[in-house]
């Protein structure tokens, strides 16, 4: 698989730990990095749950479980996140997670000392990752798989699907959505805070070497305040060698997809494929396994359905998306310069679906009690008018410019292997 490493072998800079969610969309482009950090001589190694095991597909990366324990963990927790919206449902979500990264934090250090790790690369998503790096004295970086995280008196919250509004208005709404976010993530924030006076670490430690994000500049909000070691940067993406193979038809395709998490939502399914049929599309349905194959069959407006599909490969061949604004699907879709519709459900997603929004390359509708005639207007409407697409044109050039994997890991070696 990663043939430079073969028939050049170099000198390794040293083996990487990698701290995500355990998360199919945090992981596949974590371990698409890892492939190119691996050409380039690193020994890198997952460290998570048992159960995570399965999202690594990559043989040439190194799986560190957890000590394993006889009760299931990541079922339960996958749970929570299914359902991300609703106080209730969103403060069971926010104690799994404090739990998640609870757990790293008592048992990853020393599954990073037993593999011989000289360097982590810790998640945006994940904070455990940082202060265990901190607690080992060894220099890290963050991946940034989403939008970023970090703060600015300009810049909604990314949980937020808010305008970007940089006046006093602005900076007084999202210091009290800042308020908030702080409020709830209190349940995260006590783990951190104990773990941290436990192993007598002071609250302000070693900054990150590097922020590398898969995020292209032109998608997110103005910034003034950036670190100066973060790095925008274009999709971490394998070379898709599926041969896509579509039915002859007239009719424009439209890709429909709600990810890996929210893929067992039938009726939103139903709704997105007859708003293509009104809207003289065609919907490519991929539902990451959440449907059965008699619900696939009930799907009205004549769509094509499949749990998976090569998805840059799919959305060339199509003139919008609709999705729920998950990162990775949409980086996808503007890497394709298509438009999307996009159906914020939860987390970032309507952060990402605001941003679509406001660079011109999208519309977006809530996901409750859509109609179908409400989505069939507004698909016709991207892709009638041209500036969407001419939008999404704009984003799909910084993206194939902006290097990918490779151009990642090779700020990343020279960040983490560079003299302090």
Not at 183 to 194: H, I, Q
Not at 199 to 214: A, D, K, N, T, V
Not at 279 to 308: C, K, M, N, Q, W
Not at 317 to 325: D, E, N, Q, T, Y
Request: net charge positive.
């Amino acid at each position: 698989m990663h043939e430079n490493s073969v028939l050049q072998p170099r000198p390794s800079p040293g083996h990487l730990a990698i701290i995500t969610a355990p998360l199919a969309g945090h992981l596949n482009p974590a371990q698409v990095l890892a492939g190119a950090l691996i050409d380039r001589g690193w020994r890198v190694s997952v460290i998570h749950l048992e159960e995570a095991r399965r999202f690594i597909t990559d043989p040439a990366i190194q799986f560190s479980p957890l000590p394993s324990g006889t009760e299931a963990v990541l079922g339960p927790y996958l749970a929570t996140l299914v359902e991300p919206s609703g106080p209730t449902r969103l403060t069971r979500m926010i104690r799994a997670t404090a739990a998640m990264t609870d757990r790293l934090l008592a048992e990853a250090p020393a599954v990073l000392e037993r593999v011989g790790a000289t360097a982590v690369l810790a998640d945006a998503v994940e904070p455990a990752g940082p202060l265990i790096a901190r607690k080992l004295e060894l220099p890290y970086a963050v991946a940034v798989t989403g939008l970023p995280l970090l703060r600015e008196a300009d810049v909604p919250p990314p949980f937020l699907g808010w305008r970007y509004r940089p006046d006093a208005l602005g900076r007084f709404r999202n210091r009290s959505g800042y308020a908030v976010t702080d409020w709830l993530m209190r349940p995260v924030t006590r783990v951190l805070d104990a773990r941290r006076r436990a192993w007598g670490l002071p609250r302000e430690g070693e900054p990150p070497r590097l922020h590398i994000s898969q995020c292209p500049q032109a998608l997110d909000y103005p910034r003034r305040d950036l670190p100066q070691q973060f790095l925008y940067g274009s999709p971490w993406r394998a070379h898709e060698t599926e041969d896509l193979s579509l039915p002859d038809d007239a009719r424009p395709l439209v890709f429909c997809s709600l990810g890996t998490l929210q893929g067992s939502r039938r009726a939103l399914f139903a709704t997105m494929a007859q708003a293509c049929a009104l809207a003289g599309a065609r919907a490519v349905i991929g539902h990451g396994g959440g449907l059965s194959a008699a619900e696939e069959v009930g799907l009205p407006g004549d769509p094509l359905v499949r749990a998976f599909w090569p998805q840059a490969a799919v959305l060339r061949r199509c003139s919008a998306a609709v999705l729920h604004g998950g990162f990775n699907s949409v980086l996808d879709a503007l890497a394709a310069g298509v438009p999307v519709v996009a159906l914020p459900i939860g987390f970032e997603q309507p952060g990402t679906a605001a941003r679509l929004v406001w660079i011109g390359a999208g519309r977006m509708l809530s996901p409750r009690r859509l109609r179908a005639r409400a989505l069939a207007d507004a698909l016709q409407e991207v892709m009638v008018r041209p500036g969407y697409r001419q939008a999404a044109r704009a984003i799909a050039a910084e993206i194939a410019g902006g290097g990918g994997a490779d151009r990642a890991a090779a700020a990343l070696t020279a960040a983490l292997t560079s003299p302090v």
